[in-house]
């Protein structure tokens, strides 16, 4: 049994990391994107976990080459670019306390709410449910104004210490303004680094 794979290639992720998986000058066939260790397709039938990557094998190609495939298998269908890319979020009533895709273990529960406390001491506000610490988790600067993606891992502190008083990138990617306050005024305005 040969399995047919067509070329292709990745577009510009969006700011949740989903790549976009295009064939010929202009078709999307999909998107894949890394949650936690696995790597998900996102096509015309829905969301699907293919698994983590073979030893030895990137894991983005190992899902791309499963998009192509199954597109020439005939099973997937393309799609609008705009159906494969996620929206930045809009705040419009109270966020959960996990992502969708976060299982409601007690683990999962007890990490949220550390997160959840820790943003509100540091003055971040989430506009999703806590995605993990590895997964883009989009958050608005109450300090300056400025929306995008954080990592949790990035945010929290080390060993016990505070976190960086460097809250986000310049950049006005997002429609956000540039910059933030500088770290003096980063110290002024949040309680836990004058303690």
């Known amino acids: ?66 998009l192509a495939a199954e597109y020439a298998a005939g ?18 009533e109270s966020v959960p306390l996990l992502h969708l895709r976060m299982p409601q273990t007690p683990r999962n529960v007890e990490a949220a709410e550390k997160a959840m406390a820790a943003l509100e001491l540091h003055r971040w506000k989430p506009y999703t449910g806590f995605p993990g610490s590895d997964n883009p988790w989009w958050q608005e600067c109450e300090l300056c104004g400025w929306q995008g993606p954080r990592y949790w891992s990035h945010q929290r502190g080390r060993n016990g210490e505070l976190p960086s008083t460097y809250r986000h990138p310049a950049s006005a990617e997002y429609g956000a303004p540039a910059g933030c306050v500088g770290d003096a005024k980063v110290r002024e305005l949040i309680a836990a680094y004058g303690q």
Request: net charge neutral; proline share 5%; no cysteine.
């Open 75 to 92: 099973r997937i269908k393309a799609v609008s670019l705009d159906d494969v890319t996620a929206a930045v979020p809009v705040l419009t």
């Open 1 to 66: 049994m040969t399995t047919t794979t067509l070329a292709y290639r990745l577009g510009t992720p969006d700011w949740e990391r989903r790549y976009p998986v295009v064939i010929g000058d202009d078709t999307v066939i999909g998107a894949v994107f890394r949650w936690h260790r696995d790597w998900l397709t996102l096509t015309s039938d829905g969301e699907l976990n293919i698994g983590r990557p073979e030893k030895g094998r990137r894991g983005i190609d190992q899902a791309a080459a499963h």
